[in-house]
């Protein structure tokens, strides 16, 4: 059994503010991008790491040497990032992980799951259970309430028997906000796997301040 873990890094962030793309800005030493790949480069079920790079990147040789990973350019939406990435490992595995370079906090507890999830389904992802009340707003008051039950916030890596992934993604050019969306339009079962509350995506400024902590927290004194 092959498994391969994409990590797509080719967005350009802009809702994290200024300066450079989230995934490359430092966070307890390392960038975003680097702190994810090191998660699946070190988790003995991992064979093979696909590091997707927007175009500018790849022009100017902006990536981390290690770990080792194949490099891809990718495209204008998440999507066909993530198609850029599958199209180099056809043939060459049975699973695949999906995982937003944005994700630095990602732990082998996670990617654990996911694996476990796999053996159920072909396509198994991790998500938190909404525990808040939701409220449905209009022009700035509460205009009802949403009912809570069964209500999941998705996290990456999202994980695939390979060739159903690669089908999807060739079936719905489209593409989907994510690859459990794409599974979705496909029919294909889903399994929800534990998500974690550390497992943030970097998308607000005010994340990389937690993320950043999450780490320290995590690596200690090695991170810098
Ligand atoms: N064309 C794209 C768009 C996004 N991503 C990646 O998909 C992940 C999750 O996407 P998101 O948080 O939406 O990232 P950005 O598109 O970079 O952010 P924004 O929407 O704020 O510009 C990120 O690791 C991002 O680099 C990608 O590889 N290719
Ligand atoms: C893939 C993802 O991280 C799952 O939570 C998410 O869909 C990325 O895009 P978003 O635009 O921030 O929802």
């Known amino acids: 059994m092959k498994i391969a873990a994409v990590i797509v890094a080719a967005g350009r962030g802009t809702r994290a503010g200024a300066g450079d793309p989230k995934q490359w800005r430092p966070l307890a030493g390392r960038s975003s991008a680097q702190h994810a790949m090191q998660v699946f480069a070190d988790h003995a079920r991992i064979d093979r790491l696909v ?3 927007h175009p500018d990147d790849l022009a100017a040789g902006n990536w981390p040497a290690q770990p080792a990973a194949d490099i891809v350019s990718g495209g ?8 850029a990435g599958l199209r180099v490992l056809e043939g060459a595995c049975d699973r695949v ?30 998500g938190v259970p909404v525990v808040d009340a939701l409220w449905r707003g209009e022009n700035g008051q509460v205009a009802g309430m949403v009912d809570r039950d069964n209500l999941f916030r998705a996290q ?3 994980g695939f028997h390979f060739d159903s992934i690669l089908a999807a993604h060739r079936a719905f050019p489209d593409g989907a906000t994510d690859d459990v969306a794409l ?4 029919k294909l079962p889903v399994t ?4 974690s509350e550390d ?13 950043e902590r999450i780490l ?7 991170a810098g």
């Open 51 to 53: 590091l997707v790079l």
């Open 199 to 211: 497992n943030l995506k970097i998308t607000l400024p005010e994340d990389f301040a937690r993320a």
């Open 156 to 158: 990456t890596p999202q």
């Open 97 to 126: 992980l999906i995982h937003d370079a944005a994700r630095p906090c990602v732990s082998a507890q996670v990617i654990d799951g996911v694996l476990a999830g796999l053996e159920q389904t072909p396509a198994a992802a991790p």
């Open 183 to 186: 599974a979705q339009r496909a």
């Open 76 to 83: 204008a939406t998440r999507s066909a990032s993530v198609l």
């Open 216 to 222: 320290r927290e995590r690596h200690g004194h090695q």
């Open 192 to 195: 929800i796997t534990p998500g």
